[in-house]
């Protein structure tokens, strides 16, 4: 049988709305949020899940509530290590302030939806520019962001393989936007590295004689 990791991006936020640099800090989802939570807790109620994991922050946590609606018997584990990238002092600031800088770095011109022009080779050349540009030092840098990724999806995957030996079901993940770039390029190589999945988007990685694929995005929840 084939192991299956359904990856989900958070709810929107208010962060998300006002066009905000969000990465450790919080904010309440929106209304729109909270009708995305409860069609993904649609989506996920016919889905078997063995296992649940989450980013340790509140917006993730609290799509992970509404995704397991029709599981009651699960209990999601949090992991700090699913966290979105640190953005340091840039957190709070509008998206524009950092990615301006960041994107013409790159030779490229910012625009929302616009990260696979500077994305081609994978996100190391992004991330180390995000910790060069932070004055207090504090955002991830591409090492930083690597072995946390290597650390989550040990843990996630070892649950995955064992739910597939014992036909017990899938793997549920929530986590973020630009993480979860990193995780699917890390998880399936060929695939072109991307960031601007929509809120609540579900990519489903599946794997089929030891190789992994990744679907399509599924923004029947956004």
Known sequence: MSARIHFV??????????????????APLTERGEGQVAALGERMRDVPLAAAFMSDLTRTRTTMAGALAGHPHLVPTPMRELREWHFGGWEGQPNASLWNPVFAEHGSVYAPGTFASITEDGFDTVLDAIHRSDPTGRADSAADVRTRVDAALETVVAAAQLAARE??????????????GSILHTLVPATRPRTGFPNCGIVTVTWTEGQAIAGEIDASCA
Request: proline letters at 0%; aromatic letters at 6%; hydrophobic letters at 40%.
């Open 9 to 26: 991006r958070h709810a929107e936020t208010l962060f998300n709305v006002n066009g905000m640099l969000q990465g450790w800090c919080d």
């Open 167 to 180: 036909d017990t079901g899938d793997v549920l993940v929530v986590t973020h936007g630009s993480v979860l």
